[in-house]
């Protein structure tokens, strides 16, 4: 039997150990240079402590929480939507996988960004519009895999027990396809967050995006630290908490069904 990764002393050991001689290289080289170049550990610890001790600047992790949230969401639904019409009618399935996709995964994301802040000015829709264009191919992806991978016995069975479509397709067919679907969701969360900064970086006033930029007029290296640690901590936090738990939870499921 192997043992999970990081679970024996000398694997917990090594990967702490890694942190702190990390952690001493940057102090002894941000003491020979200017904080706007590289601020020193203890000053990014206050900048991200920040988030904590004052209101007006969690305020913005608030904000672009709930934006990767609504977008996440938004972009998995309409590739539910889409990989729902696919399979109710398969000739959908060339246009869907050699058009659609072709230019969704394709398009730039700057594009999107520029794009958005055309058509919607500087505002929360515009930071939701490219988020949601930028992650929607991953969970779309992953949406087609799920439905295709369905056997059709299964489909003949489900039509034998009810012939109601919409409770056959929410007790046989969605959570057969829930474990493409977890995984889609995992991928265009961590993605959505990478792009988080940039989307509103271009459409926001406010957000981490919005608090970087500031950050970068006025020289505040430390909060530009800050910023990016607090977007790992919240993608660690999320995803541990809620993500692992329900994809677990689902595999779970699937062995006991099977």
Known sequence: MFKAAGSSPVQRFVAEGTIIVVLVIWWAGARHLPSFVLPGPLDVLKATLSFVTRPEIGYHAVVSFARVIMSVIVAMLLAL????????????????????????????????????????????????????????PFCLINALAG???????????GMSLTRRPLRRFFRLTLPLAAPFLIAG???????????????????????LGYLLMRAQS???????????????????????????????????NQGLSS
């Open 147 to 157: 439905f295709r991978q369905i056997d059709a016995d299964l489909d003949e069975l």
């Open 218 to 252: 006025t020289s505040d290296a430390p909060m530009v630290f800050a910023c990016c640690i607090v977007i790992v901590v919240i993608f660690g936090v999320t995803d541990f908490l809620v993500l692992k738990p329900l994809a677990r939870r689902i595999s779970v």
């Open 81 to 136: 939507g889409i990989a729902v019409a696919v399979r109710a009618a398969p000739i959908l399935d060339g246009i869907v996988e050699r058009r659609i996709l072709t230019f969704l995964n394709s398009f730039p994301s700057v594009g999107w960004a520029i794009l958005g802040v055309v058509w919607f000015d500087i505002s929360t829709p515009t930071v939701l519009f490219i988020q949601t264009a930028i992650v929607l």
């Open 185 to 207: 969701l995992r991928v265009a969360y961590g993605i959505c967050w990478k792009i988080a900064l940039v989307s509103e970086l271009f459409g926001a006033s406010s957000g």
